[in-house]
Structure formats: C-alpha cells, structure tokens
C-alpha cells in the first residue's frame, strides 16, 4: 500500500543567492521572495546575525505555539528550511540556530518578529507536484497533504 505522506520528486529549476536588508523582518523578506519568484516548492538555507529574534516552540499537549523572545543581538548559524503552498501561496517553514557573544546556542521556529541585521541566503526553487500544507487532527499542524495534485 503505498503511504499517502511518501515521497514526491521534484526537480531543481532555479537556484538564487542574495541578502536581505538591514532592519527587515526575516520570515516575511524570505517570503517575500517566494511570493515575487512564485516559487511553489524549494529549500532556504541562510547564514548572517539578527539585532532581535521571535521563535516558537509547539507545545504538544496545548497544541499551540509559545514565543520564545530573543532581545539582543545573535548569530545566525543555521537557518533551514523548506517552501510549499499553504492556502495557495508560497509557504516559508524555517527553523533557526542563533548563537550569542559567549557562544551559547538557542533555537527554534522562526517567527515572525526576527529582524535582520545582516542575512544572505540560498533558495533552491523545484518544479514537480503540488505540496500543499493543509491542517491535521493528529497533530494540530498545518502538515503536508497526501493528494500531491490538488
Ligand atoms: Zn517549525
């Protein structure tokens, strides 16, 4: 029986590098990209500093998100991610890895609320079938669905 959530190939089709300004909200400057390139399905990897930072967490047993404020300067050491449809629209999920002055790491799901200090990043967009989040009982997300050309 073949699992509705397996994979689905895709093929690359256009690769873009290039930075953010100073000062932008980091969630809505790579969706911002996304919408412009109309790019429906990809991968984000971005490295630079952030003046403040906003993550989530998903507590499981509330089903929601909490914030996890972050209000001085950090490094970016990783941000990762992946670009589908949700509602019909290019959809930005990023998780971060940020470092402070002594080195400590934090982390979490970038929010809304990270501002940039300094980001350059690589979009790999991808031609193949409709991914398409749509909300799941199990888990209270917004998850991949199984129709794959809806
Ligand atoms: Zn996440």
Known sequence: MTNPRGPRAFRPSRVFMG????????LAGLT???????????????????????????????????????????EILSLKGNISLKEGEPFVHAHLTLSDASGRAFGGHL?????????????EAWEGPVLERRFDETTGLFLWDGGGGL
């Open 111 to 123: 929010a809304l609320g990270t501002v940039v200090f300094a980001f350059e990043y690589v979009i």
């Open 32 to 74: 911002s990209i996304c919408r412009q390139e109309e790019i429906r399905s990809g991968r984000i990897e971005g490295l630079g500093a952030v003046s403040k930072a906003n993550l989530g967490f998903y507590d499981q047993d509330r089903r929601a998100y909490h914030s996890i404020e972050l209000a001085s300067p950090l």
């Open 19 to 26: 930075s953010l300004s100073h000062g932008e909200d980091l």
